[in-house]
């Protein structure tokens, strides 16, 4: 401090305590105002819908809402058809009368795994309202920009044909529906879904259009200066609040008023702190910042260079720069991602923008509507699907430790400052390699018991990622056919659960993937982990390919098929899993699982699927002198499995129990926990701890758990 005051001053330190004051200020506000949130509970007997939030999926409502001084998300279970068409085409503001019930949000219940709890926090949501009865809806009067939004996404979703209405409502308000989820998925895989996030691109191009007409019609350019606050004002809201799209405008204006460079950079950033204290919480706005640094730090850099090098370098240097930010939140990156954007950015901001908006605008003002264009957009897709069958699976990086990616980027800023300089630049370089690859290939030896919910999925995973085993991949059970109007698009519970921890491990491929029988709860997300991580071997059992629907699954895979017989080995870990069972073919149902055992790290290992009581007796009827340390009890806990005689025999220390929260069949049976308590046996659950992780400590295995 007293340094700080010799080299600059009273007046500096005085300015500077003033800030730091108003910053201490507003975060102490937001810590109360959270704290007060969560631990105080208040009824909500009505609640007004933002209405951009609504969203129909089937017979699922969901939005946020609000209600004395506080957001919601909200979900409700739609009655009739008459309430989804309501809903879905629903362009004014009203206040909804209900009856709900509301919780705490879930939290993270992987390592590395998505938070839900976590995320609406970041979004000034701090509790869950299911609504149990709407009673009755009233209009409300008033106009604001959410309800200016949704109106003009109904209306492209009304009057323009798919998919051209949903490249015009994602450029032009940045809305994506769920129907376009799969062509979502495909632009992301390619590393080109950021071509829709409404950032510098497209606020230059509003913002300058309006500026240039204004000033053609006599408007002087200090009032236009002025007028393009209200009017960016009306676009953020419009385009939904998104922090790239405020923090672009906030960049723009503050530009327009003489500050540039890294003053404009700073002074964004405070202002944005001011009115969105969270704001570096999302992934969105830490990338759109992060951009934001790297072109003020940089962008002077390429101004000898002519047009077309300059716009590839400038692209290479924010791909580089963000990539530690992308393999924190996504753990993965498509080197070719930066062809592409390079390639589809001119489709995207110099020939879709422009035209989606003039058509746009021609039909809202004059009623005159031109879908005859919408084979481009069909056109394009199936470019875009061509080009995903090429080069569909990025490279999957791992997810960096906090250090590391600190690191990573302190010595990536270094590099691009001293890139001239060839003895730093080669130091830099290494040293950014070593860090890629301690991430990519993590030096420790780990069994995981991943919460994939109601199923089962263990990954074995050695050290510096140089073998893996994958036991299952979970999987959501369904219950019957919904009616057509309530039939929902659902999302494998693998999205959100396994495949997201995978890939934070840096695994890219696995070696062998053990499908131990044909329940949805153990196969039924296979197609979804093949189709972001690759797989060189599918295991499974004699019985199970006696299933049709199993059978059809296994011809949309490329990868190669195994029966597994007794006494086969799964090389892991400087030892081996061995296949104890099944003894001859089955049916491929719960007595028909495929059971491994092996001895890891000095400790006995056995994983039994969904093996029930006569697979166990015939089991230890073969294996007598079964000696078991780690058990993955069978079917979840179930009453069917882990009989008494077995638990006596095999005498395991812990029993895992892979089973969802507050699963509809109510697993773990009472019985079995009784039967583990009566041998002494500690029972480790993820419907209680979350994902369970063994990772090796000398000659032993140290236990740690998500919750």
Known sequence: MLVFIWQNGLNSFAKLSVILVIFASLFAGVSYQEKQAVTHEIAVPKIRPILDTVQVNG?????????????????????????????????????????????????????????????????DIYRVLTIDSLDKITENKFFDLHLLRRQAILFCEQKFPKP???????LLFGYLGKDFDEMGDIYTSLGIMHLFALSGMQVSFFVDFLRKMLLKIGVRRDNVDWLQIPFSVIYAGVTGFSVSVIRALIQKILANFGVKNLDNFSLTLLILFLFMPKFLLTTGGSLSILFAFVISMFGDKFESLSKMKRIFAESLVLSFSVLPLLMLYFHSFQPLSILFTFVFSFLFDVLFLPSLSVLFLLAMVTGIKITSINFIFNWLESLIKLTDRWFHYPFIFGKPQALVFLLMLLLIGFLIDYWSRKKFRYIFLTSLAVLFFITKHPPSQTITIVDIGQGDSIFLQDRFNKRNILIDTGGRVSFG?????????????????????????????????????TDEDHM???????????????????????????????????????????????????????????????????????????KLNHTNFLFTGDLESDGEASLLAQYPSLDVDILKAGHHGSKTSSSEPFVKAI???????????????????????????????KTLRTDELGAIKFTKNGKSWQISTVK
């Open 59 to 123: 017979d699922s409502l969901s939005l946020r809402g609000q209600f004395g001084g506080r957001t919601y998300q909200v979900y409700y279970t739609l009655q009739t058809q008459e309430e989804q068409q309501y809903f879905k085409t629903l362009d004014k503001n009203v206040t909804l009368y209900i009856s709900a019930s509301q919780e705490i949000a879930v939290g993270q219940r992987n390592f590395n795994g998505f938070d839900y709890q976590t995320y609406l926090k970041t979004q």
């Open 164 to 170: 051209m209405s949903a490249y015009m409502t994602g």
């Open 481 to 517: 056919e919904s009616e057509g109007w309530k039939k929902r698009s659902t999302t494998p519970n693998a999205e959100n659960t396994l495949i997201p921890y995978l890939k934070s491990q840096g695994v890219g491929e696995i070696d062998t993937l053990v499908i131990t029988h």
């Open 524 to 598: 039924g997300d296979l197609l979804a982990v093949m189709n972001q991580i690759k797989v060189k071997k599918i295991l499974t059992s004699e019985g199970s390919l006696t299933n049709p629907t199993f059978v059809a699954t296994l011809k949309q895979i490329r990868a190669k098929i195994q029966v597994a017989k007794v006494g086969q080995q799964l090389p892991i870990f400087d030892s081996h899993l061995a296949v104890l069972y099944p003894f001859s073919q089955g049916d491929g149902k719960n007595n028909d699982s495929i059971v491994l055992y092996g």
């Open 651 to 681: 005498s395991p220390a812990i029993a895992l129990i892979s089973c969802g929260l507050d699963n509809r069949y109510h697993h773990p049976n009472a019985e079995t926990l009784a039967t583990f308590n009566k041998y002494g046996v």
